[in-house]
């Protein structure tokens, strides 16, 4: 592992390569295997594997199908470079293992399921760092979004900005049924704007009204309130998200993957194509907006905040 991480982060850092994610993900890939397959009751049980490197912890249920990536990453599991650069292999490496079928992210940091975006990344950093952040945010979004695999976020803690993207380019949202656990695109409190493709993804699983709205008030949500505007699919006690989640991929996993995945595609390759069709383009856009001093300060008086709140 340690020896492919700087190899695939040059290969998300470099503007020239062509970006993993334009190869075909969702669409044109051969069907995994078909579900209804019998399988030895003994794989059922016993043959799970494991791997793990600084930020994230793998496991695969050989017997189902179905991995679990832990967001192990403290104290919140801010998405930095060298995170998103973990995730990203770690990821391609269960999206090429055919034995596996579905992906359930969760957190393994107790009450966060991820703070979003590192904002230590996004402050006072040179052109070229920025360029590298946003093209591995940038694959991140591309690689869940449009996975084959089906995907389910057991959201067991908060999960603002970039963390709620994380979930809402699952397939299937479940969140621990916490009040005190919220989720949502708060850029606009920190003075940022949701980039085109975070505010499409929203908009695909609340709608435009309800997205409107939380966008433009940078709202956080209590549980109770996303499931209520759709944010999350369902709620449930936090010692049962997991078992939830398997029980609900394997009943994803029950339709031939071929259909899936094609209607999965249907519905996301729009939305897909239009940042990599503008991948440069939304790069440079980040450089200029994130450069501007008064973004800097905005960022800056929210890291004081976030400080002060603690003291
Ligand atoms: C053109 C487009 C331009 C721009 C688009 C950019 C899009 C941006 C997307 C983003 O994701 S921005 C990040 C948004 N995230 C947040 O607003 C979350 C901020 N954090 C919190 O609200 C809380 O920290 C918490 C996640 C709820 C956890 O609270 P808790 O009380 O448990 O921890 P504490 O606040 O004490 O934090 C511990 C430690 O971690 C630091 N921290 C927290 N979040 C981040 C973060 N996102 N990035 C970097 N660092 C973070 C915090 O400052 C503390 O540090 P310290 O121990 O050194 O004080």
Redo the contacts with the bound molecule.
């Keep these: 592992m340690a020896a492919v991480a700087p190899t695939l982060a040059r290969r998300i850092a470099r503007p020239g390569m062509l970006p993993l994610c334009s190869r075909p993900q969702a669409w044109g890939r051969a069907a995994r295997q078909s579900p209804g397959l019998p399988r030895a009751p003994s794989l059922l049980l016993t043959q799970r594997r494991a791997f793990s490197n600084n930020k994230i912890l793998v496991e695969l249920d050989e017997g189902s199908g179905i991995a679990t990536m832990k967001l192990k990453s403290p104290?919140?599991n801010?998405?930095s470079l060298d995170f998103l650069t973990e995730f990203c292999i770690s990821l391609e490496k269960l999206e090429n293992n055919r034995g596996c079928r579905g992906v359930i992210f969760t957190s393994a940091i107790p009450?966060?399921f991820s703070?979003?975006?590192?904002?230590?990344e996004?402050c006072r950093k040179s052109t070229e760092h920025y360029a590298e952040f946003w093209r591995a945010v940038q694959e991140m979004w591309l690689r869940v979004y449009g996975s084959n695999m089906v995907t389910v976020a057991a959201i067991n803690g908060?999960s603002?900005?970039?963390g709620c993207l994380l979930a809402l380019s699952c397939d299937y949202r479940i969140m621990a049924e916490n009040p005190k656990f919220s989720i949502g695109l708060?850029?606009a409190?920190?003075g940022?704007?949701?980039?085109f493709w975070f505010k499409d993804t929203f908009v695909n699983v609340v709608g435009h009204r309800v997205a409107e709205r939380s966008l433009q008030l940078g709202c956080l949500h209590s549980a109770p309130e996303a499931l209520r505007i759709g944010l999350v699919d369902e709620l449930v006690p936090e010692e049962k998200l997991q078992d939830k989640a398997a029980a609900v991929i394997a009943q994803w996993l029950a339709l031939p993957d071929h259909a899936r995945q094609l209607t999965k595609s249907m519905m996301r390759k729009l939305v897909l194509d239009r940042l990599v069709a503008h991948r440069e383009e939304d790069i440079q856009?980040?450089i200029s907006?994130?450069t501007k001093e008064s973004i800097q300060k905005s960022l800056h008086m929210y890291?004081e905040m976030?400080?002060k709140?603690?003291g």
Excluded at 115 to 120: A, V
């Design positions: 104290p919140v801010s998405l009450k966060i703070s979003g975006l590192d904002i230590t996004m908060s603002p900005a970039g708060n850029e409190q920190l940022i704007v949701a980039p856009n980040f907006f994130i890291m976030l400080k709140k603690k």
